[in-house]
């Protein structure tokens, strides 16, 4: 039985350069298109249209790349196991774009939205001790795996708060969920252009 699990990510590198890059770091051994390793076989491919879409639409991005992996369950799994994360991490570290690494196509294990990256508490791929070591910062929480749920998720609001969000929205003919997600993402995009502002410049 194999465990299945995607890490897919924007990136403008092509399926070759990620499987060149990890045969090479990772001592991986080639099969035609594959990797093989102790416990695992990956390879990468294009995402598809239909797979943006659904993506952007539950997690606010258009990945370009499919890296995935498949993990005997059997034999060498521990091994695997530590070959996937190592594979994730140093994919991650080359590359800045968005991504998300599922379980199953569904349950989010990890998630590096907006550069910040947030490990699932409730699938844990290792220690916390382990993913020090690889000197990237990162989170540990709960999160929510988007893809199981057809109803939209919910963000609790206050009160008096909510009271001013009706009234506006009833103003400008909009349903108060409307009004709450154009000024959430407004709110997240000015938020992200003062930390662009704000980080250091690179001496050349």
Same mark, same amino acid.
């Given at each position: 039985?194999?465990l ?5 990510i ?6 070759? %350069? ?7 770091e ?11 390793g ?26 370009t ?63 916390? %001790? ?14 929510r ?20 969000l ?39």
């Amino acid at each position: 039985m194999s465990l299945e699990y995607e890490l897919r990510i924007v990136t403008d590198w092509q399926a070759l %350069d990620i499987l060149n890059l990890l045969s090479r770091e990772l001592e991986l051994e080639w099969e035609e298109t594959r990797l093989f390793g102790p416990g695992i076989v990956l390879g990468a491919t294009p995402e598809t249209e239909h797979r943006q879409s659904m993506m952007m639409e539950t997690f606010g991005f258009k990945p370009t790349l499919d890296l995935w992996f498949w993990l005997d369950s059997q034999e060498n799994s521990q091994r695997g196991k530590q070959i996937l994360l190592e594979a994730s991490m140093l994919v991650l570290n080359h590359l800045s774009g968005d991504a998300v690494l599922l379980f199953n196509s569904e349950y989010t294990v990890l998630q590096r939205i907006s550069g910040f990256l947030i490990f699932n508490q409730e699938i844990p791929l290792t220690s916390k %001790d382990e993913l020090e070591k690889f000197n990237q910062p990162f989170y540990i929480q709960p999160l929510r795996s988007l893809l199981l749920y057809d109803r939209p998720t919910t963000v609790a609001v206050d009160h008096p708060l909510y009271s001013q969000l009706q009234a506006v929205a009833t103003a400008r003919e909009q349903s108060p969920a409307r009004l709450a997600n154009e000024a959430i993402a407004f709110y997240l995009r000015e938020i992200k252009q003062q930390d662009d502002i704000n980080k250091p410049i690179a001496s050349e």
